[in-house]
C-alpha cells in the first residue's frame, strides 16, 4: 500500500506515463548515457573474468604444472557456462583472453586446463596487497553498513554477495570480523545454517557522518557559492545523462525535493508519516541510504539485485530499481551483461573514478589486460601447449 501511495507523489521524469507503462517499458525509456555504457561493455565481461579468476584462485592446483599455479580444468568451467553466462562455451571465451588466462594440455589427466598468465596472477596480488593495506578502511565500511540497518545487523549471505564490491577480503570472516570482535558478532540466523552478523559495540552517531555531508560543506565553503545554506542543507549532487531533456515542470520537482527535509541514513528512522510530506521523506531517506551504499563501493557501482537483499534491513519498502530510474540526476542505471548495474554518477566523469583508490586501480590492470583481447600476440593459428613445454610455446605461440 505504502508504495502505491508513494508513487502518486515520487519525482519522476515521466511521472504522467509511469502509471500507463510496465515495469521493463520503464526501463527501456530511461535515457541513456553513452559514457556508461560503453564502460559496461567492457565491464559485463570483465565480471565474467573476476568469477572464472575466484574459481582458479579457489581451486587447488590439481596439475603438474612446473610452475605450481592454481589451474582448473576445462571441462569443469563449461558444464559451468550458463551460470557464468559464457554463450559460447568456457573455451572460446577463455581465447578471447589469452593475457589473462592461459589453457594448457595436462598428459597426467589427458584433459585441458586453464590457469591465470603471470601478468593476472601478478595484478591478484596487487589486489590483494591493497585490500589487506586497507583493512581500516574494510571495516570502516562494514561498521557503516551495519550503522544503517535498522536492528544493526545484517544477514552473512548478503554481504557474501557484496564483499568484491566492498573491498572485503577473501577471508573476511576470520581477518575482520573474528580479529575485530569489540565490534562485530556472528549471530545464528532465523533459518537453519544461516548467520547474521550484528554490530556489538555502540557507534558515537556524531563519528558517522554521511558522504553527501561532506559534499554540503565543501559546496557551502566555495567562494562563488550563491546557493542558500538552507537549501543546500538537504540536497544531493545532480548530474543529469548528456541530451536528457528536462522539463520545467521536471526542474521544479527536482527543486522542490531537493529542500524536502529527511532522516539521514545513520539516524534513528522513527515512526513513518503517511502524509504527503512524509511519504516523500520516507522515499528520500531510502535515495540517501542506497547513495551512501554506493559511496562505500570500492568502484562506486553494484549490481541491483545484490544490493536489493539489504532493502528490507535497512527499513525499505521501495522497489529497489524503479528508485534508481526516479533520479537519474544521481544514480544511472545500465542494463549491459544481463544485468541491472547502478552507478553513482558523481563518482565518475568520462568513465574513470574521480578519485580512484588503490584497489579499484588495481582492478583497471586487469580491464586494460582485458581490453587488450588478442592484440600484442603474433597472429596465425594457437597451438595447445602441453605441461613440460617452454612458458614462450604457450597460446601465444605461432606456427
Sequence with gaps: MATQILKKFTLKPASAARSKTTSAEYVASRARDPTFEKLMDKYKNLFKVFSIQDLILAHPTTSTTTTNHPSISIDFLNRLSQKLHLNRGATHFLRKYPHIFDIFYEPTKSQPF??????????SRQESEAINASLHTVIDRLVRLLSMSISKSLPLRAIFKVWRELGLPDDFEDSV???????????????????????????PRNTLVAVVENWRVIECCKEECSVDRMEIRYSFKHGHPPGMRLRKNFKAKVKEWQRLPYIGPYEEMGEKKRTKAGIMGIEKRAVGIFHEFLSLTVEKMVEVEKISHFRKWFGIDLNTRDLFLDHPGMFYLSTKGKRHTVFLREAYEKGCLIEPNPVYEARRKLHDLLVLGRRGLPTGGCKLRSV??????????RR
Design 114 to 123: 586453464c590457469k591465470l598468465t603471470d601478468a593476472a596472477l601478478e595484478i
Design 177 to 203: 570480523i573474528a580479529k575485530n570482535s569489540q565490534l562485530f558478532a556472528l549471530c545464528d540466523g532465523n533459518e537453519p545454517n544461516t548467520h547474521t552478523l550484528k554490530l556489538v559495540s555502540e557507534i
Design 388 to 397: 613440460g613445454q617452454n612458458e614462450d610455446d604457450g597460446i601465444g605461440k
